[in-house]
C-alpha cells in the first residue's frame, strides 16, 4: 500500500485526470490525500467534486482530502454568507441538481490529518502550536464548523473584539492559520501575503521558517501557496505547483518521496 499527496487541483479537472493515469495508484488498495481547495478558479469544479465523493465511498478512509480556503468559500457561497468574488468559478457547483449534497459532502471534510509523523492540512500552522495543539485545535474548529457557530466561521469578516467573545476568536483565528497562513512574524502574527516567500515584507517568514516553531517533530504536508511551488526540505512538503495558473499538477507518493507532475491541461477562459 502507497501513500499519494496531491496538490492545488482548483477544479482543473482535466489536468487531475491525466495526472492520476501518470501515479502507479491502485484505488482498491492503495491511499490517497488532497491538500485542498478542490474547487474555484478552474473551469471544472463540478466534476472534481464529483469525482471526490465517488472516490471517497470507493475507498473510505484510504481517501482523505483537507478543507482549503476556496472549499469553505464554496460553503459560505451556498449558505448566502459571502457573494462572489473577483475570479470565482463556482457558478456550476451552486446551480448544480446535485450542489447541496456536494457541498455537504465538502463540509464534512476535516481540517487537519495526523498519522504517525504526517500532518496534513491546506496552508499550515502557526509556530507556537505544537502538532498535538494544532490537532485538538482543528478538532474543535471541525465541531463548531458543524454547529450553531458555523455561520459565523464561515463570515470573513473581521472580529468585533468588543462584541464577540473570546471562544469564537480562537476557532477564528485557528480557521484562518489552517486555511490561509503563508508568511507570519516572530510573534507568529499572520500577514496577507501571496508572492514568493523572497518578497516577504521584513520580519516576515514562511510559516514553516519561523523562530522557534514548535511543530518541527512532524512532516507538514500542505498546499495553497502557488508562489512558493513544489517546496521539499526536511519535515516540509509544499504541493501546490500553481496548476490553476498554467502551471503544474504535483502528486508525491509518501512513502518514498517520488514526485510526479502534469503540466496543466485546461484551456484558459
Ligand atoms: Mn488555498
Redesign the pocket.
Known sequence: MATFAIG?V?GCYRTLRKLLHRLPFDPKRDRLWLV??LVNRGPDSLAVLRWARDLERKMGDRFTAVQ???DLHLQARAAGIAGERPGDTLDAVLDAKDSDELVEWLSRRPLLVREDDLLMV??GLLPSWTADQAETKARRVEAALAGPQRRRLLDRRPLDDDSEDDEISDLWQALAAL??IRTCDAHGEMLRFNGPPSEAPPGHFPWFAAPGRRNRDVTVVF???AALGLFLEEGVVAL?SGCVYGQKLTAIRLDDGHIFQQRSKETRP
Open positions: 492545488d482548483h485542498g481547495d482549503g480556503n476556496h491546506h496552508a486555511t490561509r498546499g495553497h501557496w501546490d
